[in-house]
């Protein structure tokens, strides 16, 4: 009689459920991991915080299991003894970790439970600017200690070998999106916020000094003198208040009637959809999500040259990537692509076709169920020797 293997149980253990891109990166990998026929579950350390919105109804929609280990601050550790019990219950053969506090639960859970294979995820490459940075030591000790580090670029890879993960621990997935998500746009924002006529340049992530906007605020005095009906969107929710030195920026460059922040938008589709070019000055990414999923949308778009944005798009097919922090070189990108429409046709069809053929969430999906399958056979032969 034929008897059916079950089914591999990943829980999944991330810092909150609020819409962010590693715990929206976590909902598609779980909705594409259950076509493979893995169980997974998440845990969250709290469900979200104040101001942004749970990812919980998603999630559960997707199938997928949501456990609130109750953490009521960052700092609280009573959640580790809950972690534990919660291993203990489920018996999952991956934990997978998302994010740094998740990470030293990880390590945490690892002590309990040393036959549990553990996987961490690294969605960044931390330092000088991440609010925790004074324990980086620790945390990049713990790393070392996993079973296997997924890293979301080669950048991040790099990052991490130079601060001394073993090389052999360390693989590359890098995010995937469901690229048909990204077609029809349910609202016209274009009449909605008054800009038929417009060349509208499009932007999206954080207020915060590293994403560069202020670089494309900058740029704009020059794209008005040769594309005088251009218009700059910059979305992106602003949890340190830095939109209002943004806004100071665009008061005395006297930008304010063709350069707007219009906050974080939950329809991220139909605002890509309302863009001509899309445009990205991060000083410094783990991935960059947004460029694939601009990209994605069609639009041809103008983007920092850094690793790992420089792992996304291809100069000159894919997309225009210059020197970042350069307003100049932004503008004469911008202004490129504003007069050559042949061209943004063009990069806007490879840019999807790029996207079609290597950051799809079935890859992720695959991939990543690839790597639990080797790390679980790796462990069960050094178990069996041992």
Do not use: C
């Given at each position: 009689m034929h008897i059916r293997e079950r089914?591999?149980?990943?829980?999944?253990?991330?810092?909150?459920l609020s819409a962010g891109g590693a715990e929206l990166h976590l909902l598609t990998l779980c909705r594409h991991l259950r076509s493979h026929g893995v169980e997974p579950a998440v845990a969250c350390l709290r469900e979200?915080?104040?101001g942004s919105r749970s990812l919980r109804q998603d999630f559960e929609r997707a199938g997928v299991r949501v456990i609130d280990l109750g953490a009521a601050g960052r700092y609280e550790a009573r959640f580790f003894g809950r972690i534990g019990r919660l291993v203990a219950a489920e018996r999952p053969d991956i934990l997978h970790?998302?994010?740094?506090?998740?990470?030293?639960?990880?390590?945490?859970?690892r002590l309990m439970h040393p036959s549990v294979v553990w996987v961490c995820s690294v969605h960044a490459i931390y330092s000088v600017d991440w609010s925790a940075r004074w324990s980086l030591p620790l945390v990049r000790m713990l790393w070392r200690?996993?079973?296997?580090v997924l890293c979301i670029s080669h950048a991040v890879?790099?990052?991490?070998?130079?601060h001394g993960l073993p090389s052999e621990r360390a693989t590359v997935?890098?995010?995937?999106?469901?690229?048909?998500t990204l077609c029809g746009a349910q609202n016209n924002l274009r009449e909605t916020w008054q800009l038929d006529g417009k060349f509208i340049i499009g932007s999206i992530g954080r207020l915060e000094p590293r994403k560069g906007h202020q670089v494309l605020?900058?740029?704009?005095?020059e794209i008005l003198r040769q594309i005088p009906n251009a218009q700059l969107l910059i979305a992106g929710h602003d949890p340190w208040g830095y939109g209002a030195e943004l806004r100071r920026l665009i008061e005395a460059s006297n930008l304010g009637d063709c350069v707007r922040l219009v906050g974080f938008q939950s329809d991220v589709v139909s605002f890509l959809d309302a863009l001509d070019v899309f445009a990205f000055a991060t000083?410094?990414?783990?991935?960059g999500q947004v460029l694939v999923e601009a990209m994605a949308a069609g639009k041809p778009a103008v983007a920092s040259r850094v690793a790992p944005l420089t792992e996304i798009a291809r100069h000159g097919e894919s997309a225009l990537l210059v020197e970042p922090g350069q307003p100049a070189a932004f503008a004469g990108a911008l202004v490129r692509l504003a007069r050559e429409p042949r061209e943004r046709q063009r990069m806007a069809r490879r840019a999807r076709e790029r996207v079609q053929r290597y950051f799809t969430a079935e890859r992720m999906a695959a991939e990543t169920l690839s790597l639990y399958q080797d790390l679980c056979a790796r462990t069960a032969k050094f178990t069996a020797s041992a």
């Open positions: 089914s591999m149980k990943v829980l999944h253990l991330i810092n909150t979200h915080v104040a970790t998302h994010l740094p506090r998740a990470d030293v639960a990880g390590a945490f859970v200690r996993a079973n296997g890879r790099d990052w991490l070998i130079r997935i890098h995010y995937g999106i469901e690229t048909e605020i900058q740029a704009m005095p000083h410094s990414e783990g991935f």
